[in-house]
Protein backbone atom coordinates (compact mmCIF):
# COMPACT_ATOMS: atom_id res chain seq x y z
CA UNK A 1 0.00 0.00 0.00
CA UNK A 2 2.60 2.70 0.91
CA UNK A 3 5.46 1.36 -2.41
CA UNK A 4 1.75 2.22 -4.60
CA UNK A 5 1.55 6.08 -2.72
CA UNK A 6 5.07 6.07 -3.25
CA UNK A 7 5.53 5.56 -6.62
CA UNK A 8 2.12 7.62 -7.10
CA UNK A 9 3.46 10.68 -5.40
CA UNK A 10 6.89 10.23 -7.64
CA UNK A 11 4.95 10.17 -11.25
CA UNK A 12 3.16 13.42 -9.78
CA UNK A 13 5.99 15.02 -9.38
CA UNK A 14 7.87 13.69 -12.15
CA UNK A 15 4.67 15.34 -14.52
CA UNK A 16 4.93 18.12 -12.47
CA UNK A 17 8.69 18.56 -13.39
CA UNK A 18 8.03 17.81 -17.21
CA UNK A 19 5.82 20.52 -16.97
CA UNK A 20 7.87 23.01 -15.47
CA UNK A 21 10.12 22.04 -18.27
CA UNK A 22 7.82 23.27 -20.98
CA UNK A 23 6.80 26.43 -18.98
CA UNK A 24 10.61 27.33 -18.56
CA UNK A 25 12.53 26.15 -21.47
CA UNK A 26 11.87 30.17 -22.95
CA UNK A 27 13.71 31.62 -19.91
CA UNK A 28 16.82 29.26 -20.12
CA UNK A 29 18.05 30.22 -23.24
CA UNK A 30 22.00 31.30 -23.17
CA UNK A 31 24.34 32.80 -25.67
CA UNK A 32 27.84 32.29 -26.37
CA UNK A 33 28.23 36.10 -24.80
CA UNK A 34 27.60 35.08 -21.41
CA UNK A 35 29.71 31.70 -21.14
CA UNK A 36 32.01 31.88 -18.33
CA UNK A 37 35.62 31.50 -19.57
CA UNK A 38 37.84 31.35 -16.83
CA UNK A 39 37.31 27.56 -16.36
CA UNK A 40 36.98 24.26 -18.24
CA UNK A 41 34.00 22.35 -17.19
CA UNK A 42 34.69 18.74 -16.87
CA UNK A 43 31.90 16.88 -15.81
CA UNK A 44 33.99 13.19 -16.72
CA UNK A 45 36.27 12.87 -13.64
CA UNK A 46 34.28 13.22 -10.47
CA UNK A 47 31.19 12.20 -8.93
CA UNK A 48 29.58 14.56 -6.64
CA UNK A 49 30.91 16.08 -3.40
CA UNK A 50 29.92 13.77 -0.75
CA UNK A 51 26.97 15.48 1.72
CA UNK A 52 29.74 15.50 4.43
CA UNK A 53 32.62 17.25 2.62
CA UNK A 54 35.07 18.61 3.83
CA UNK A 55 38.19 21.21 2.68
CA UNK A 56 42.13 20.69 1.92
CA UNK A 57 42.83 22.95 5.61
CA UNK A 58 44.88 25.49 5.05
CA UNK A 59 47.77 26.29 7.97
CA UNK A 60 47.98 29.58 9.38
CA UNK A 61 51.02 28.98 11.80
CA UNK A 62 49.79 26.10 14.05
CA UNK A 63 46.12 25.97 13.00
CA UNK A 64 44.18 25.15 10.06
CA UNK A 65 41.16 26.90 8.37
CA UNK A 66 39.12 24.14 7.40
CA UNK A 67 37.46 26.01 4.68
CA UNK A 68 39.57 28.94 2.25
CA UNK A 69 37.36 31.50 3.35
CA UNK A 70 38.66 34.20 5.66
CA UNK A 71 35.94 37.15 6.78
CA UNK A 72 38.27 40.09 6.25
CA UNK A 73 38.45 42.81 9.12
CA UNK A 74 35.43 44.95 10.18
CA UNK A 75 34.16 46.48 13.23
CA UNK A 76 34.09 47.20 16.71
CA UNK A 77 34.08 50.14 19.15
CA UNK A 78 30.06 50.92 18.31
CA UNK A 79 27.22 49.52 20.13
CA UNK A 80 25.82 48.21 16.67
CA UNK A 81 29.61 46.44 16.53
CA UNK A 82 28.85 44.22 19.65
CA UNK A 83 26.14 41.66 18.33
CA UNK A 84 27.76 41.29 14.23
CA UNK A 85 31.17 40.25 15.60
CA UNK A 86 29.54 38.29 17.77
CA UNK A 87 27.70 36.43 15.26
CA UNK A 88 31.14 36.41 12.90
CA UNK A 89 32.77 34.62 15.13
CA UNK A 90 29.98 31.70 16.06
CA UNK A 91 30.00 31.54 11.87
CA UNK A 92 33.52 31.13 12.07
CA UNK A 93 33.82 28.81 14.65
CA UNK A 94 31.46 26.90 13.12
CA UNK A 95 32.70 26.32 9.39
CA UNK A 96 35.80 26.77 10.39
CA UNK A 97 36.56 30.27 8.55
CA UNK A 98 39.52 32.58 9.59
CA UNK A 99 38.32 36.05 11.12
CA UNK A 100 39.80 39.14 11.56
CA UNK A 101 38.50 41.84 13.86
CA UNK A 102 37.91 45.56 13.28
CA UNK A 103 40.42 48.02 14.54
CA UNK A 104 41.07 47.18 18.06
CA UNK A 105 42.57 51.27 18.51
CA UNK A 106 39.82 51.39 21.60
CA UNK A 107 41.45 48.44 23.51
CA UNK A 108 44.43 50.83 23.50
CA UNK A 109 42.75 53.51 25.95
CA UNK A 110 40.32 52.01 27.62
CA UNK A 111 37.90 48.53 28.39
CA UNK A 112 34.67 50.19 27.46
CA UNK A 113 34.08 47.94 24.35
CA UNK A 114 36.67 44.62 25.32
CA UNK A 115 33.62 42.68 25.72
CA UNK A 116 32.81 43.63 21.52
CA UNK A 117 36.30 42.10 20.83
CA UNK A 118 36.82 39.53 22.95
CA UNK A 119 35.53 36.45 20.70
CA UNK A 120 37.48 33.89 22.14
CA UNK A 121 35.13 32.08 23.75
CA UNK A 122 32.65 32.50 21.05
CA UNK A 123 34.76 31.47 18.04
CA UNK A 124 36.82 28.24 19.86
CA UNK A 125 40.16 27.28 18.94
CA UNK A 126 39.13 29.18 15.14
CA UNK A 127 41.53 31.02 13.65
CA UNK A 128 41.58 34.54 15.09
CA UNK A 129 43.65 38.25 14.42
CA UNK A 130 43.38 41.40 15.84
CA UNK A 131 43.79 44.69 13.88
CA UNK A 132 45.83 47.77 14.17
CA UNK A 133 46.37 51.17 12.17
CA UNK A 134 50.33 51.69 11.05
CA UNK A 135 49.84 55.14 12.71
CA UNK A 136 48.81 53.68 16.26
CA UNK A 137 52.02 51.53 16.04
CA UNK A 138 54.69 54.00 14.63
CA UNK A 139 52.87 56.25 17.62
CA UNK A 140 53.85 53.78 20.14
CA UNK A 141 56.95 52.73 18.91
CA UNK A 142 58.15 56.48 19.22
CA UNK A 143 57.06 56.39 23.06
CA UNK A 144 58.50 52.76 23.08
CA UNK A 145 55.77 51.70 24.28
CA UNK A 146 54.87 49.35 21.20
CA UNK A 147 54.28 46.30 23.97
CA UNK A 148 50.85 48.21 24.71
CA UNK A 149 49.66 46.17 21.21
CA UNK A 150 51.28 42.87 21.99
CA UNK A 151 49.36 42.93 25.37
CA UNK A 152 45.78 43.67 23.81
CA UNK A 153 46.77 40.63 21.00
CA UNK A 154 47.24 38.97 24.50
CA UNK A 155 44.18 39.77 26.70
CA UNK A 156 42.09 38.92 23.19
CA UNK A 157 44.00 35.77 22.75
CA UNK A 158 44.06 36.02 19.27
CA UNK A 159 46.31 34.14 16.99
CA UNK A 160 47.73 36.74 15.23
CA UNK A 161 47.54 40.19 14.73
CA UNK A 162 47.14 42.82 11.06
CA UNK A 163 48.71 46.21 11.01
CA UNK A 164 46.60 47.99 7.98
CA UNK A 165 48.30 50.47 5.84
CA UNK A 166 45.85 52.88 4.57
CA UNK A 167 47.25 56.28 3.85
CA UNK A 168 44.62 57.53 1.34
CA UNK A 169 41.72 56.70 4.11
CA UNK A 170 43.48 58.82 6.70
CA UNK A 171 44.18 61.17 4.39
CA UNK A 172 40.86 61.72 3.36
CA UNK A 173 39.39 61.42 7.04
CA UNK A 174 39.09 64.87 8.23
CA UNK A 175 40.55 64.03 11.64
CA UNK A 176 42.91 61.22 9.98
CA UNK A 177 46.12 59.94 11.47
CA UNK A 178 49.62 60.81 9.68
CA UNK A 179 52.88 58.64 9.97
CA UNK A 180 56.29 60.24 8.98
CA UNK A 181 58.37 56.86 8.54
CA UNK A 182 57.65 53.91 5.80
CA UNK A 183 56.11 51.36 6.61
CA UNK A 184 58.45 49.23 5.57
CA UNK A 185 60.77 50.91 8.80
CA UNK A 186 58.10 50.73 11.07
CA UNK A 187 56.93 47.09 10.76
CA UNK A 188 60.80 45.78 10.44
CA UNK A 189 61.13 47.35 13.46
CA UNK A 190 57.60 45.67 14.91
CA UNK A 191 58.36 42.62 13.46
CA UNK A 192 61.72 42.48 15.66
CA UNK A 193 59.84 43.54 18.58
CA UNK A 194 57.25 40.63 18.10
CA UNK A 195 59.90 37.87 17.46
CA UNK A 196 61.82 38.78 21.05
CA UNK A 197 58.50 39.38 22.51
CA UNK A 198 55.96 37.25 21.45
CA UNK A 199 57.10 34.61 19.13
CA UNK A 200 53.84 32.59 18.93
CA UNK A 201 52.30 35.73 17.44
CA UNK A 202 50.96 35.52 13.93
CA UNK A 203 52.07 39.30 12.07
CA UNK A 204 50.08 39.91 8.84
CA UNK A 205 49.95 43.02 6.62
CA UNK A 206 46.83 44.84 4.70
CA UNK A 207 45.82 47.65 3.23
CA UNK A 208 41.55 48.64 3.22
CA UNK A 209 40.38 48.61 -0.15
CA UNK A 210 43.67 50.16 -2.47
CA UNK A 211 45.22 47.05 -2.58
CA UNK A 212 49.29 47.85 -2.98
CA UNK A 213 51.71 47.89 -6.09
CA UNK A 214 54.54 45.76 -7.29
CA UNK A 215 57.36 47.91 -5.12
CA UNK A 216 55.32 47.53 -1.91
CA UNK A 217 54.28 44.18 -2.38
CA UNK A 218 58.05 43.27 -3.10
CA UNK A 219 58.85 45.06 0.14
CA UNK A 220 56.45 42.80 1.88
CA UNK A 221 57.82 39.85 1.06
CA UNK A 222 61.10 41.23 2.36
CA UNK A 223 59.71 41.31 5.67
CA UNK A 224 58.45 38.60 8.05
CA UNK A 225 55.32 38.97 7.66
CA UNK A 226 53.49 35.50 7.38
CA UNK A 227 50.04 36.49 6.89
CA UNK A 228 49.05 39.01 3.70
CA UNK A 229 46.11 40.10 2.81
CA UNK A 230 44.92 42.27 -0.41
CA UNK A 231 41.97 44.14 0.60
CA UNK A 232 42.15 45.55 -3.40
CA UNK A 233 40.76 47.72 -5.59
CA UNK A 234 37.38 46.61 -6.37
CA UNK A 235 34.91 46.68 -3.43
CA UNK A 236 34.29 48.54 -0.71
CA UNK A 237 37.08 51.84 -0.62
CA UNK A 238 37.65 53.35 2.40
CA UNK A 239 38.92 56.44 0.75
CA UNK A 240 36.26 56.88 -1.26
CA UNK A 241 33.76 56.13 2.58
CA UNK A 242 35.59 58.74 3.94
CA UNK A 243 35.61 61.29 1.38
CA UNK A 244 31.54 60.88 0.96
CA UNK A 245 31.43 61.37 5.07
CA UNK A 246 33.37 64.13 4.89
CA UNK A 247 30.87 65.73 2.04
CA UNK A 248 28.15 64.81 4.67
CA UNK A 249 29.03 66.10 7.48
CA UNK A 250 31.44 68.84 6.36
CA UNK A 251 29.36 72.19 6.08
CA UNK A 252 32.38 74.48 4.97
CA UNK A 253 32.60 72.34 1.47
CA UNK A 254 35.14 74.50 -0.60
CA UNK A 255 37.48 72.23 1.98
CA UNK A 256 36.19 68.75 0.70
CA UNK A 257 39.11 67.24 -1.07
CA UNK A 258 38.99 66.16 -4.90
CA UNK A 259 37.87 62.36 -4.87
CA UNK A 260 40.73 61.47 -7.52
CA UNK A 261 42.59 60.19 -4.97
CA UNK A 262 40.36 57.38 -4.31
CA UNK A 263 39.93 55.68 -8.00
CA UNK A 264 43.67 54.59 -7.42
CA UNK A 265 45.11 50.90 -6.60
CA UNK A 266 45.48 47.61 -7.62
CA UNK A 267 42.70 44.58 -8.57
CA UNK A 268 42.85 41.50 -6.29
CA UNK A 269 43.47 39.86 -10.20
CA UNK A 270 46.25 42.24 -10.98
CA UNK A 271 48.01 41.80 -7.38
CA UNK A 272 47.43 37.74 -7.92
CA UNK A 273 49.72 37.92 -11.25
CA UNK A 274 52.24 40.52 -9.12
CA UNK A 275 52.76 37.61 -6.49
CA UNK A 276 52.73 34.97 -9.31
CA UNK A 277 55.17 37.16 -10.75
CA UNK A 278 57.72 37.43 -7.36
CA UNK A 279 57.75 33.72 -7.07
CA UNK A 280 58.99 33.27 -10.61
CA UNK A 281 61.55 35.87 -9.46
CA UNK A 282 64.10 33.80 -7.06
CA UNK A 283 65.31 36.47 -5.68
CA UNK A 284 62.21 37.15 -3.72
CA UNK A 285 61.13 34.79 -1.26
CA UNK A 286 57.30 34.16 -1.22
CA UNK A 287 57.89 31.71 1.56
CA UNK A 288 55.56 29.76 3.86
CA UNK A 289 53.01 32.46 3.93
CA UNK A 290 49.44 32.66 3.44
CA UNK A 291 47.79 35.59 0.96
CA UNK A 292 44.32 36.43 1.34
CA UNK A 293 43.10 37.38 -1.63
CA UNK A 294 40.38 39.86 -0.87
CA UNK A 295 38.80 43.56 -2.31
CA UNK A 296 36.26 43.61 -4.22
CA UNK A 297 35.50 39.48 -4.01
CA UNK A 298 31.61 39.03 -4.05
CA UNK A 299 31.23 35.40 -4.76
CA UNK A 300 32.49 31.69 -4.52
CA UNK A 301 33.36 31.73 -7.86
CA UNK A 302 35.35 34.81 -7.98
CA UNK A 303 36.95 33.56 -5.07
CA UNK A 304 37.85 30.55 -6.13
CA UNK A 305 39.07 31.81 -9.58
CA UNK A 306 41.37 34.00 -7.77
CA UNK A 307 43.30 31.47 -5.37
CA UNK A 308 43.30 28.89 -8.00
CA UNK A 309 44.86 31.37 -10.32
CA UNK A 310 47.11 32.22 -7.45
CA UNK A 311 50.71 29.88 -7.44
CA UNK A 312 50.85 30.13 -3.16
CA UNK A 313 48.86 28.86 -0.41
CA UNK A 314 45.76 31.25 -0.39
CA UNK A 315 41.86 31.80 0.44
CA UNK A 316 39.89 34.35 -0.11
CA UNK A 317 38.03 36.96 2.01
CA UNK A 318 35.17 39.33 2.19
CA UNK A 319 34.32 41.79 4.22
CA UNK A 320 30.68 43.82 2.79
CA UNK A 321 28.91 40.45 1.93
CA UNK A 322 29.43 39.26 5.84
CA UNK A 323 28.44 42.26 7.10
CA UNK A 324 25.47 42.12 4.43
CA UNK A 325 25.06 38.60 6.18
CA UNK A 326 24.95 39.28 9.51
CA UNK A 327 22.66 42.11 9.80
CA UNK A 328 19.46 39.08 10.07
CA UNK A 329 19.47 36.13 12.18
CA UNK A 330 22.56 34.19 12.56
CA UNK A 331 20.88 31.04 10.90
CA UNK A 332 20.83 33.69 7.98
CA UNK A 333 24.60 33.80 8.41
CA UNK A 334 24.64 30.23 8.47
CA UNK A 335 23.03 29.78 5.53
CA UNK A 336 24.70 32.29 3.35
CA UNK A 337 28.02 30.49 4.55
CA UNK A 338 27.30 26.40 4.04
CA UNK A 339 25.82 27.95 0.37
CA UNK A 340 29.35 29.66 -0.16
CA UNK A 341 30.91 26.51 0.60
CA UNK A 342 28.57 23.99 -1.14
CA UNK A 343 28.68 26.18 -4.09
CA UNK A 344 32.85 26.55 -3.77
CA UNK A 345 32.93 22.36 -3.30
CA UNK A 346 30.79 22.38 -6.84
CA UNK A 347 33.33 24.06 -8.52
CA UNK A 348 36.42 22.38 -7.00
CA UNK A 349 34.86 19.31 -8.31
CA UNK A 350 33.79 20.25 -12.01
CA UNK A 351 35.66 23.09 -12.72
CA UNK A 352 39.39 23.12 -13.55
CA UNK A 353 40.81 26.55 -14.27
CA UNK A 354 41.81 27.71 -17.50
CA UNK A 355 45.72 28.92 -18.11
CA UNK A 356 45.62 32.80 -16.56
CA UNK A 357 45.60 34.88 -19.92
CA UNK A 358 49.10 36.46 -20.43
CA UNK A 359 50.87 33.84 -17.74
C1 LIG B 1 32.16 48.23 7.88
C2 LIG B 1 33.60 47.97 7.58
C3 LIG B 1 34.57 48.25 8.53
C4 LIG B 1 35.92 48.02 8.28
N1 LIG B 1 36.86 48.25 9.26
C5 LIG B 1 38.15 47.90 9.04
C6 LIG B 1 39.10 48.00 10.10
O1 LIG B 1 38.79 48.42 11.21
N2 LIG B 1 40.40 47.64 9.84
C7 LIG B 1 40.77 47.17 8.60
O2 LIG B 1 41.93 46.81 8.41
N3 LIG B 1 39.88 47.09 7.57
C8 LIG B 1 38.60 47.42 7.77
N4 LIG B 1 37.68 47.29 6.75
C9 LIG B 1 38.16 46.92 5.41
C10 LIG B 1 37.94 45.43 5.11
O3 LIG B 1 38.70 44.63 5.98
C11 LIG B 1 38.31 45.08 3.66
O4 LIG B 1 39.70 45.17 3.49
C12 LIG B 1 37.62 45.97 2.64
O5 LIG B 1 36.30 46.23 3.05
C13 LIG B 1 37.57 45.32 1.26
O6 LIG B 1 36.82 44.14 1.28
P1 LIG B 1 35.34 44.04 0.62
O7 LIG B 1 35.42 44.63 -0.76
O8 LIG B 1 35.02 42.57 0.63
O9 LIG B 1 34.40 44.83 1.50
C14 LIG B 1 36.33 47.50 7.01
C15 LIG B 1 35.34 47.22 6.04
C16 LIG B 1 33.99 47.45 6.31
C17 LIG B 1 32.97 47.12 5.23
Known sequence: MSDHRTTHSQSDASAQR??????????????????NDYFDYEPMLSG?????????????????LKAPIWISSMTGGTSAAGPINKNLAK????????????????????????????????????????????AQLEQELQKDSAQKLLEVCKRLEVDGLFIH????????????????RSPVEIMKEFAELIASKAPSLILGIKEVGQGMGPASLKAILELPISVIEFAA??????????????????KSNELIKPKELCYVGHTALEMVRLVNHFLNDKSVKTGDRLFIV???????LQGFFLTESLRAPACY?????????????????????QRELDSLKMAQTFLRLKPLKGE
Not at 317 to 334: C, H, N, R, V
Request: some cysteine; aromatic content about 14%; overall charge negative.
Open 18 to 35: KSHHLEFANMAQTSGSTI
Open 165 to 180: INPLQEWYQNEGDRWF
Open 233 to 250: YGGTNFSLLESVRDEDTN
Open 317 to 337: GMAKPFLEASQGSYSDLAQFV
Open 91 to 134: VAGEFGLGLGLGSCRPLLHSDEFFDDFYLRPIIGDGVLFANFGV
Open 48 to 64: FPEENFSFTPIKVGPKN
Open 294 to 300: SGGVRSF
